[in-house]
C-alpha cells in the first residue's frame, strides 16, 4: 500500500508538470496557459507549444490542445527526449535558437532564465541571448527621462537590456519586460498601447519582435461577467435633514411625494419631494453643496441635454489666468471648455439656411481658434507656437481643454491650425522620426532659451564657466550641473539643456495635450500620416488662387457632341476667369466665387463635403448663336455644392455673367442673411 501511494503521488506530479519542459509553473502571463488532458495524462505550457520545433497546428482549434493534436504532441516530446538544455543540462529541450549556425537547444523557461527571445508571430522563432534581437538607443534621447517604469513606476536603470524595453514612438516609455508582458496579457490585442503615447501599431510590432506575447482576444476587464455592474447602480436615499417618510429614508415611491429625485448636478445626494417643500412634478432639483458651488445658479452650469450628467470639465475651480479663453468664463458667455462635449449639429444654433449655418460655424471656429493660438498656453512668434510652462494652466487642465477644441474645429470643418512650430509638432507626433532637438526648436526670446544660447555661444573654456556660474541655478533644476574640464563637453551639456527645456518640463503639458487631441479620433489619424498633417498645423494656410481654387472642383461634362464642345470651351473660360480674378482683373475675388459657390469663407482644413463639382446651364435655342447668351446667369446648389456655369458665346459675355451673379449674391444678399 506504501508503494502504491507513493507511486500515485509520483504520478501526480508527474501530471502538473509540462510534458515539454518539465516546470509545473501556472503563470499564463509569462508561460502562456496551462493545459490538462486528464484521459492522456498530460500537462503542457501554450508557449512551449508555440515554440518548440517540431510540433505545428494540424488541427482545429478545439482539436487536442488549441489546434495541437495530442499525437504530435507526443512525438514531440518523445524528439525532445534526445536533446539536453544547454541552460539546466537536462534532457528534453524542444526549443532551438533560429540561427542555422547556432546549435543551442532550451527548455522555454530556462530560455527566459538565460535572456532568449521567442517572437510570438510567423513561424514562431526563438534566438539565443546571442543571437537574440535587440533595441538600440536613439541619438537625441534625453537619458535622464527613464527613471522609473512607465508601468509599474518603480525605479529602473535607463539601460536597454532583456529586462529593459523602451517605446519605438515616443522613446520616453521604458519599462520591464515581466510588466510589459502582463499589461499585454491583460490588455489583449486590442487594448495594448504604449501608456504615455498611446501608440498601438508601431508599438505592438516591436513589442512582438521584442519577443512579448499579445492574446488575440478582447480586454480581461471586458470579458468579465458584470464587471461594471456598479456603474449601473444609483443613487437612492433621502438626505433631506428631517426625513418625513414613514417608511424610511430609503424607501423610494415610483412617483409621488416620497419619490427619490437627485442631485442634477453631482447625482450623490437625494431628497423625497416632501421632505424639501418641492412640488409634486419636480423633476430638476440641487443640493444644498452643489448651489453653493454655484453662487445660487445651477441652470447656468447644466447639462445641455437637461437629464444628462454635467460634463466634469465645467466643475473645475474658476481660473484667475488672464488669457482670452478663461475671459470668457467671466461673462454669460460658455466656456470653449463646456463645447468639447457638444455636438455642433444639436446645441449650437446657427441660421436655418445652409449659407447663413455654414458661414456662422467657419467665423464662430475662426475665432475660436485665433483665442486658444493667443491663450496663456502657447508662447513663441505668430506661426511657429510651442507649449509654455504654465502652473495654473496645468491645475485647471487648460491643455486638454484645448486640445480638445482644436480636434473639434478640425473635424467640424474649422480653418487649419496653422501656428504650431515644427518642434512642437515633432515633440507631439514624432515627426520628423529620430531626430534630435536642437537649440533651433526652443522658443526664442525666453529666459531659458536665452541661457542656453549664451552657453552654446561660449568660445572658450573661462567663458563658459561664467555663464555656467551665472545660470547654475537653471542647471541645478535641470539636473546638469556638472563640472565642466574641456570646450569639447559644452556640445552635451547643451544638448541635454535643450532636452529638459523642451521635452523633460512638458512631459505633463505634453501628454495632457496629447489626450485631448485624441478627441474624435484626430490624433491617432494624425500619427499615420504625420506628414500630410504637418501642413495642417504647421504651416499657415496660404492665400487661395486661381490653380487650388480650381482644383476643388471636379466637372461634369454632358454626354452629347455637340454640348460637350461647348462645355469645352466654356471650361477654358472658367479657367481664364480665375486667372483674372487672382490678379485683380476682375471685379470679384477669388474669395467671393468661393462664397457664392460652397458657402464658405476658406477652405477647411478637412475639405469640402461633398465635393464640389461645376455642371453647365445651356440656352433652350441651341442653334441660334446669337440668343445663346440672353438670361443666361451662374447658379450654385450649396446643399450639393454643385456650380452651374453658363455656357456663352464669347468670353466677355461669360465674365459678365459671372460678375453680376457674385456681386449680386455675395455683396448684396449675403450681408441682410448673416
Known amino acids: 500500500m506504501k508503494k502504491k501511494t507513493r507511486r500515485s503521488q509520483v504520478d501526480s506530479i508527474k501530471e502538473e508538470c509540462c510534458a515539454l519542459c518539465r516546470f509545473s509553473d501556472d503563470d499564463p502571463a509569462l508561460f502562456g496557459e496551462k493545459v490538462t488532458l486528464k484521459e492522456h495524462k498530460l500537462s503542457v505550457h501554450y508557449f512551449c507549444l508555440l515554440t518548440s520545433c517540431g510540433v505545428y497546428q494540424r488541427g482545429e482549434e478545439n482539436e487536442g490542445v488549441f489546434g495541437f493534436l495530442v499525437d504530435d504532441i507526443k512525438q514531440e516530446i518523445r524528439r525532445s527526449a534526445r536533446l539536453m538544455c544547454f541552460?539546466?543540462?537536462?534532457?528534453?529541450?524542444?526549443?532551438?535558437?533560429?540561427?542555422?549556425?547556432?546549435?543551442?537547444?532550451?527548455?522555454?523557461?530556462?530560455?527566459?532564465?538565460?535572456?532568449?527571445?521567442?517572437?510570438?508571430?510567423?513561424?514562431?522563432p526563438s534566438y539565443c541571448r546571442d543571437h537574440s534581437p535587440v533595441q538600440?538607443?536613439?541619438?537625441?534621447?534625453?537619458?535622464?527621462?527613464?527613471?522609473?517604469?512607465?508601468?509599474?513606476?518603480?525605479?529602473?536603470?535607463?539601460?536597454?537590456?532583456?529586462?529593459?524595453?523602451?517605446?519605438?514612438?515616443?522613446?520616453?516609455?521604458?519599462?520591464h519586460r515581466d510588466c510589459v508582458q502582463h499589461q499585454a496579457h491583460s490588455a489583449g490585442l486590442f487594448f495594448f498601447r504604449c501608456t504615455l503615447c498611446n501608440n498601438k501599431e508601431n508599438f505592438q510590432e516591436e513589442m512582438l519582435r521584442m519577443g512579448i506575447y499579445i492574446p488575440e482576444r478582447d480586454a480581461s476587464w471586458e470579458l468579465e461577467a458584470n464587471a461594471f455592474s456598479e456603474l449601473l447602480e444609483v443613487y437612492n436615499r433621502c438626505d433631506a435633514l428631517s426625513c418625513l417618510c414613514e417608511k424610511g429614508r430609503a424607501h423610494s415611491a415610483k412617483s409621488g411625494w416620497f419619490e427619490v429625485i437627485r442631485c442634477r448636478l453631482c447625482g450623490s445626494t437625494g431628497t423625497h419631494r416632501r421632505c424639501s417643500e418641492l412640488q409634486v412634478d419636480t423633476r430638476d432639483w440641487a443640493c444644498s453643496e452643489c448651489t453653493q458651488a454655484t453662487d445660487g445658479r445651477a441652470s447656468l452650469v447644466a447639462s445641455p441635454q437637461g437629464v444628462q450628467r454635467r460634463n466634469l470639465l465645467s466643475k473645475r475651480h474658476l481660473s484667475p489666468i488672464h488669457s482670452p479663453i478663461s475671459r470668457k468664463r467671466c461673462?454669460?458667455?460658455?466656456?470653449?471648455?463646456?463645447?468639447?462635449?457638444?455636438?455642433?449639429?444639436?446645441?449650437?444654433?446657427?441660421?436655418?439656411?445652409?449659407?447663413?449655418g455654414d458661414l456662422a460655424r467657419q467665423n464662430f471656429l475662426k475665432l475660436l481658434v485665433q483665442q486658444i493660438q493667443n491663450c496663456v498656453v502657447f508662447e513663441g512668434p505668430d506661426?511657429?507656437?510651442?507649449?509654455?510652462?504654465?502652473?495654473?494652466?496645468?491645475?485647471?487642465?487648460?491643455?486638454?481643454?484645448?486640445?480638445?477644441?482644436?480636434?473639434?474645429?478640425?473635424?467640424?470643418?474649422?480653418?487649419?491650425?496653422?501656428?504650431?512650430?515644427?518642434?512642437?509638432?515633432?515633440?507631439?507626433?514624432?515627426?520628423?522620426?529620430?531626430?534630435?532637438?536642437?537649440?533651433?526648436?526652443?522658443?526664442?526670446?525666453?529666459?531659458?532659451?536665452?541661457?542656453?544660447?549664451?552657453?552654446?555661444?561660449?568660445?572658450?573654456?573661462?567663458?563658459?564657466?561664467?555663464?555656467?556660474?551665472?545660470?547654475?541655478?537653471?542647471?541645478?533644476?535641470?539636473?546638469?550641473n556638472?563640472?565642466?574640464?574641456?570646450?569639447?563637453?559644452?556640445?552635451?551639456?547643451?544638448?541635454?539643456?535643450?532636452?529638459?527645456?523642451?521635452?523633460?518640463?512638458?512631459?505633463?503639458?505634453?501628454?495632457?495635450?496629447?489626450?485631448?487631441?485624441?478627441?474624435?479620433?484626430?490624433?491617432?489619424?494624425?500619427?499615420?500620416?504625420?506628414?500630410?498633417?504637418?501642413?495642417?498645423?504647421?504651416?499657415?494656410?496660404?492665400?487661395?488662387?486661381?490653380?487650388?481654387?480650381?482644383?476643388?472642383?471636379?466637372?461634369?461634362?454632358?454626354?452629347?457632341?455637340?454640348?460637350?464642345?461647348?462645355?469645352?470651351?466654356?471650361?477654358?473660360?472658367?479657367?481664364?476667369?480665375?486667372?483674372?480674378?487672382?490678379?485683380?482683373?476682375?471685379?470679384?475675388?477669388?474669395?467671393?466665387?468661393?462664397?457664392?459657390?460652397?458657402?464658405?469663407?476658406?477652405?477647411?482644413?478637412?475639405?469640402?463635403r461633398p465635393a464640389p463639382s461645376i455642371s453647365f446651364l445651356h440656352s433652350p435655342g441651341l442653334q441660334e448663336e446669337d440668343r445663346m447668351d440672353e438670361g443666361l446667369f451662374p447658379q450654385s446648389h450649396l446643399e450639393s455644392r454643385r456650380l452651374l456655369l453658363p455656357v456663352s458665346s464669347s468670353y466677355q459675355n461669360f465674365k459678365s455673367s459671372v460678375e453680376q451673379a457674385v456681386s449680386h449674391q455675395v455683396h448684396l444678399l449675403l450681408p441682410s442673411e448673416s
Open 87 to 124: 541552460v539546466c543540462k537536462k534532457k528534453g529541450a524542444c526549443v532551438g535558437c533560429n540561427v542555422r549556425s547556432c546549435r543551442k537547444m532550451f527548455h522555454f523557461p530556462c530560455g527566459r532564465k538565460r535572456m532568449s527571445v521567442s517572437q510570438f508571430t510567423g513561424l514562431f
Open 136 to 175: 538600440t538607443l536613439c541619438g537625441g534621447l534625453d537619458l535622464s527621462l527613464p527613471q522609473s517604469c512607465s508601468i509599474c513606476l518603480d525605479s529602473m536603470d535607463p539601460v536597454l537590456s532583456f529586462s529593459i524595453l523602451k517605446c519605438p514612438s515616443c522613446h520616453a516609455s521604458w519599462f
Open 331 to 356: 461673462n454669460n458667455v460658455t466656456h470653449p471648455s463646456s463645447i468639447s462635449t457638444k455636438r455642433f449639429t444639436d446645441e449650437i444654433t446657427f441660421p436655418s439656411s445652409p449659407r447663413g
Open 383 to 480: 506661426g511657429a507656437k510651442t507649449l509654455a510652462l504654465n502652473s495654473q494652466a496645468v491645475r485647471e487642465d487648460l491643455y486638454f481643454d484645448v486640445g480638445c477644441l482644436l480636434a473639434l474645429s478640425l473635424v467640424h470643418g474649422g480653418p487649419p491650425v496653422g501656428f504650431f512650430s515644427p518642434a512642437l509638432y515633432q515633440c507631439l507626433f514624432n515627426h520628423p522620426a529620430h531626430q534630435p532637438v536642437t537649440v533651433g526648436h526652443m522658443t526664442p526670446d525666453t529666459p531659458l532659451s536665452r541661457r542656453v544660447v549664451q552657453i552654446a555661444e561660449a568660445e572658450s573654456l573661462e567663458e563658459l564657466r561664467e555663464v555656467m556660474a551665472a545660470s547654475c541655478d537653471f542647471l541645478e533644476v535641470a539636473g546638469c
Open 482 to 608: 556638472r563640472p565642466i574640464s574641456s570646450l569639447e563637453e559644452r556640445d552635451a551639456l547643451v544638448e541635454d539643456l535643450v532636452n529638459f527645456t523642451v521635452i523633460t518640463r512638458m512631459q505633463l503639458p505634453l501628454q495632457r495635450f496629447r489626450e485631448g487631441l485624441q478627441t474624435l479620433g484626430v490624433f491617432d489619424q494624425v500619427q499615420l500620416f504625420p506628414a500630410v498633417f504637418f501642413e495642417v498645423f504647421c504651416e499657415a494656410s496660404d492665400h487661395l488662387t486661381a490653380q487650388t481654387f480650381g482644383r476643388l472642383f471636379t466637372i461634369a461634362f454632358s454626354e452629347q457632341e455637340e454640348k460637350l464642345n461647348r462645355e469645352t470651351a466654356v471650361v477654358a473660360f472658367w479657367r481664364h476667369f480665375l486667372l483674372e480674378c487672382e490678379v485683380g482683373r476682375s471685379s470679384v475675388s477669388l474669395q467671393d466665387l468661393l462664397r457664392f459657390s460652397t458657402g464658405v469663407q476658406e477652405v477647411p482644413a478637412v475639405g469640402l
